[in-house]
């Protein structure tokens, strides 16, 4: 159906929760890089970037179409505008990192999603729709048919990225010159860190701007504060990135300016010395961890060793630095948390960001997690993918104790002992910044749906003990059988080591189930979340012996307790046993680790 299209508006909506990087903005480029190409084909278009100017629903719904992006953390409000723009009878696009690996969720919400890189497909999607014909030739287009939905084969990247017009930050509703502008002279990143969704998105070949180019662009926002190169890694190709220095250096282009960047930056000293020639101020580094064995899960490429030789080596040049901690991940304790935050603070790192690991569509971990279904995944409220909130399962504590140890991390770093090593260099300007991160962690736990959701992870890991009250009982029931098992003989020696009797069961005579009755106060039996094929016989015959024990004791107190194939133990399920007998959970986690050292799961701390 031909359709006649004179108005586009691009919508980019926020993040519905309070962080403490709120209160700067630096735009994302791809809703006005698309309507700069479209004002350039003679359309009226408006931008609106939520996070500079509220939206103004009269003026979404006065166009013929409405192109909105979607992160993870934004679907949820990007599929409510979408909704109401569809209801409004206007046609809405989906694009963005969240639809682009999720096509088919977007298109409950919107009538086209597009893939990946949008320049050329939103282009040929819009020409199609005026001509009424040609859908099927767009690649990375997603469409729905009347008995289906269609994803067009993918589109190859963009490999000269001269092709794209310099983004007209003009066209952003309540946009301000002089402010912090984002210039990319790159896309794709060749590492391979397992949290990351940029190599799924942009790919693994590096591929840029020509340094004549983004010096074009830098001229064009000359007498903006600050400048943020966008690329994934800047300094990737070090020799082009010191070509583009000393063309900022002579050419007079140096604003302040910061780029995410590699450790292995400091170890070219000429990289460095140009860097603070051109007016580098800060720059973004993925430590993402201090423990050797995250890192090596993270598949990082980098060390301890590393990380401390970058620091010394960018202050040393008097470029700040931004450090980014990724915590939670299957190798990561509490103790993990508090050391980044006093390392952190022993380093004096100029600010921080302590993400707690959340498996965004498009990563592997998102891959390796979903695998595994509910086990490991706690929340699929996309609006908690932000990094600030605990979704999935980690291995070493429970889903509450990350939450409150993250938290935790950022307000021991954004402190009045933080505060105070700044103000003692008479570094006025990021004490500052580090008072704001600690007024914002206040703003955080004044959030009702953040108090909420820690309160639910706390009901998760709290609900046996509620129901049956902590130290009630004193002398549990395991299926004989379950004992046969790694994870049930962990089972068995960690209440051993709470001091409480535990009774092997079998599917017993009736007079045998009398005499346990009469010692047991609780049933704990397995629930088997995923069978290996090899183990589908044992799997059988336990879910068996469990059945015959529920009828048996139907009137007993009864605990689940998961079982997973293959994945080793995970602790929360043992913690909320633990709490069954005592309120401590340090004595709970040292019983843990002493019960696995012992079953030689693991070595001693």
């Known amino acids: 159906m031909r359709r006649t299209l004179k108005k586009l508006v691009f919508v980019e909506p926020k993040s519905t929760h309070l962080h403490i990087y709120s209160r700067v903005c630096i735009p994302r480029l791809g809703s006005v890089l698309l309507a700069t190409i479209m004002r350039g084909k003679g359309y009226d278009v408006r931008v609106y970037i939520e996070d500079i100017h509220a939206i103004d629903m009269r003026e979404i719904l006065s166009a013929d179409l409405v192109a909105i992006s979607a992160i993870t953390s934004t679907a949820p409000q990007s599929y409510r505008l979408a909704d109401t723009v569809r209801d409004a009878g206007k046609l809405v696009v989906l694009g963005g990192t969240h639809t682009s690996f999720l096509p088919e969720e977007g298109l409950a919400h919107a009538d086209f999603v597009i893939r990946g890189e949008g320049e050329f497909a939103f282009q040929e999607l819009v020409d199609a729709l005026q001509a009424g014909e040609g859908l099927e030739k767009i690649q990375n287009l997603s469409y729905l048919t009347a008995d289906r939905a269609v994803h067009n084969p993918e589109r190859p990247k963009i490999p000269n990225l001269d092709v794209n017009p310099i983004p007209d930050y003009g066209l952003i509703t309540g946009w301000k010159p002089g402010g912090v502008i984002s210039v990319a002279t790159s896309r794709g990143c060749p590492f391979s860190c397992t949290f990351c969704s940029v190599p799924g998105m942009y790919g693994h070949a590096f591929r840029t701007h020509s340094v004549e180019r983004v010096l074009e662009e830098l001229a064009v926002h000359k007498g903006n504060m600050y400048t943020f190169f966008a690329d994934d890694i800047f300094t990737a190709n070090k020799k082009r990135v010191k070509e583009l220095l000393r063309g900022m250096i002579a050419r007079g282009l140096t604003p302040e300016w910061g780029a995410q960047v590699r450790t292995e930056t400091v170890d070219d000293p000429e990289l460095l010395q140009m860097m603070r020639d051109s007016n580098c101020f800060n720059v973004y580094v993925g430590f993402e961890s201090i423990n050797p064995r995250t890192l090596k899960l993270f598949n990082k490429k980098q060390d301890l060793a590393k990380i401390e030789r970058s620091i010394e080596r960018f202050h040393a040049h008097k470029i700040r ?189 009736a007079e045998g189930a009398q005499r346990a009755r009469e010692t047991v106060d609780c049933l704990i039996t397995p629930i088997v979340k995923r069978a290996a094929k090899e183990r589908e016989e044992f799997h059988a015959s336990l879910a068996a012996v469990t059945a015959a024990l529920h009828a048996q004791w139907e009137k007993l107190p009864q605990v689940s307790f998961p079982l997973v194939d293959g994945q080793g133990p995970v602790f929360e399920p043992f913690a909320k046993i633990g709490l069954l007998f005592t309120k401590n959970l340090e004595k709970i986690r040292n019983a843990y680790q002493t019960a696995g050292v012992a079953e030689g799961l693991w070595e001693a701390a």
């Open 321 to 509: 630095i931004h450090g980014m901690f990724v915590v939670g991940s299957d190798e990561d304790d509490l103790e993990t948390l508090d050391a980044t935050a006093e390392f952190a603070l022993k380093h004096d790192i100029d600010s921080v960001q302590f993400m707690i690991l959340t498996p965004i569509p498009g990563s592997p971990d998102y891959d390796t997690l979903y695998a595994h279904g509910d086990k490991y995944i706690v929340s699929k409220n996309w609006q908690f993918y932000d990094g600030h909130h605990v979704v999935h399962q980690p291995r070493k504590l429970s889903p509450y104790e990350l939450q409150i140890g993250a938290i935790g991390a950022m307000e021991k770093f954004y402190s009045w002992r933080g505060i105070a090593k700044k103000l003692a260099k008479r570094d006025v300007y990021y004490a500052t910044i580090r008072y704001w991160g600690k007024k914002m962690l206040r703003e955080w736990w004044k959030d009702a749906e953040n108090r909420q959701h820690v309160e639910w992870l706390r009901s998760q890991l709290y609900a046996d003990a509620a129901a049956l009250g902590s130290g009630a009982v004193k002398t549990v029931g395991l299926p004989a059988l379950l004992l046969q098992d790694s994870v049930g003989r962990l089972l068995g020696r960690f209440l051993g080591e709470l001091g409480v009797k535990v009774v092997p069961l079998a599917e017993a005579a």
